[in-house]
């Protein structure tokens, strides 16, 4: 089974600052990536994902994200923060569970604050 | 329009009581789902649907049953609540059930449900 560990609970950074959130994951096969963001009170919005070909995938909102297969990591990047980025931030891994089904697995989640 | 839509919002209740919450959505795909976020933020899957038919049904309590009159529906029951049930619940949908490329999950935002 697939599993999903965000090693980082908390992170703040000041407004402008880079952005980096850690993500690995656990799975027997080539995954299927994303990161989701959840602003207080709102449901989760999907940044990017990664299903293959280039491993640096540009997604929404000035986010990026690099799978390493090597590292079994799939790390979140934002070069400039701003104080509308505070939220959590999800990573999950998608795999074919039945066959005709799939079953994706969340992260515990990242809290980000921004620091004036 | 709103993409997947859930009501109620919020929702405070007595142990004991029986209560639903609603899906839709508008977004024409075959598969719809139901997930539980709990006071840690922790994400899991309680139950899929694919075209009105369960395909995924988690470690949940029978107390929880879901309904999927058509495909562009998804209803949650919940029997007897438990002061554990406490927690955010969300509906989400996809294209179809596999984890294909371009098989984003679309949540809805949320359904808080506190038991008293």
């Known amino acids: 089974a697939q599993s999903v560990t965000q090693p980082d609970i908390h992170i703040t950074v000041s407004e402008g600052a880079s952005l980096e959130l850690r993500c690995n994951y656990s799975y027997g096969a080539t995954p299927y990536l994303f990161w989701y963001v959840q602003s207080p009170g709102q449901g989760l919005q999907l940044l990017l994902k990664?299903?293959?070909?280039?491993?640096l995938v540009q997604g929404i909102k000035g986010f990026e994200a690099e799978f390493k297969r090597s590292q079994s990591s799939f790390n979140l990047r934002k070069p400039s923060v701003h104080w509308s980025d505070a939220a959590e931030y999800f990573c999950a891994v998608g795999a074919r569970r039945y066959s005709s089904a799939s079953k994706i697995i969340f992260g515990s989640g990242t809290r980000l604050s921004i620091r004036p | 329009d709103t993409a997947v839509s859930q009501t109620p919002k919020y929702l405070v209740t007595q142990m004991g009581n029986d209560k639903s919450i609603k899906c839709e959505q508008n977004l024409g795909h075959d598969t719809m789902y139901w997930y539980k976020q709990d006071s840690k933020k922790f994400l899991k899957i309680m139950f899929s649907y694919n075209n009105k038919e369960l395909i995924i049904n988690e470690t949940v309590p029978n107390r929880f049953s879901p309904k999927s009159p058509d495909k562009a529906h998804l209803n949650l029951h919940i029997n007897s609540l438990e002061l554990g049930d406490s927690a955010v619940y969300f509906c989400?949908?996809?294209?179809?059930?596999?984890?294909?490329?371009?098989?984003?999950?679309?949540f809805g935002e949320g359904s808080w449900l506190t038991v008293v």
């Open positions: 990664y299903f293959s070909g280039d491993t």
């Open positions: 989400a949908s996809s294209q179809d059930a596999e984890t294909t490329a371009g098989n984003t999950i679309y």
